[in-house]
């Protein structure tokens, strides 16, 4: 069984002390594609991995969703304005869509049709959004010296909110659309 599907569900906030905005979220990035590459390398008959690891997919992608949408989205409308090279809506729509596949895994088990093909395109939509996150957003927000401890500080706090919900309810708050505002 692959070993990063025993690690705890969604990892506790408290990494992220001290860590500023972008520090914060590209951490949660690498720990995303970690899941992925995990799911990737696990043998086909392996469906306990399998099921393990979407669902830490699913919590994971969940609260770093809401923490963007709610925090860092709108302090980048604010800081950035219109800004020619950033869409802040795409990135709202890739949001949507990844929340979309992370519902289907509510009712997708190991082993059923069409639960590996899911995953896959799951996984390539985030690492399509982490990689123009990480090459445009980031970068910029950077560039414009806002203050991004402040903000980490936010998100931080409030993805602790998150994991506590999402534990005290067994992980059923995953792909509940009510926990987030969604397209701008
Ligand atoms: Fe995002
Ligand atoms: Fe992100």
């Known amino acids: 069984m692959n070993e990063a599907a025993h690690k705890p569900a969604v990892a506790p906030a408290a990494r992220n002390s001290g860590a500023d905005a972008i520090e914060l979220l590209t951490s949660d990035h690498r720990a995303v594609e970690k899941l992925f590459d995990a799911f990737e390398k696990t043998g086909d008959d392996d469906l306990e991995a399998k099921g393990a690891l979407a669902?830490?997919?699913?919590?994971?992608?969940?609260?770093?969703?809401?923490?963007?949408e709610e925090i860092l989205y709108p302090a980048a409308h604010k800081a950035l304005g219109k800004h020619d090279a950033i869409d802040l809506n795409e990135a709202f729509v890739e949001h949507y869509l990844v929340k979309t596949?992370?519902?289907?895994?509510?009712s997708l088990k190991p082993g059923d049709k069409g639960f590996d093909a899911s995953f896959k395109v799951m996984s390539d939509l985030v690492r399509h959004h982490i990689e123009e996150e990480e090459s445009e957003l980031f970068p910029e927000l950077r560039r414009r010296g806002i203050n991004l401890v402040a903000l980490g500080d936010k998100l931080g706090a409030r993805k602790a909110q998150l994991v506590k919900k999402l534990e005290r309810a067994g992980s059923k708050l995953v792909g509940d659309r009510s926990l987030s505002f969604g397209p701008a």
């Open 101 to 106: 596949l992370v519902e289907k895994f509510e």
């Open 55 to 68: 669902q830490r997919a699913c919590e994971e992608l969940t609260v770093h969703s809401i923490i963007e």
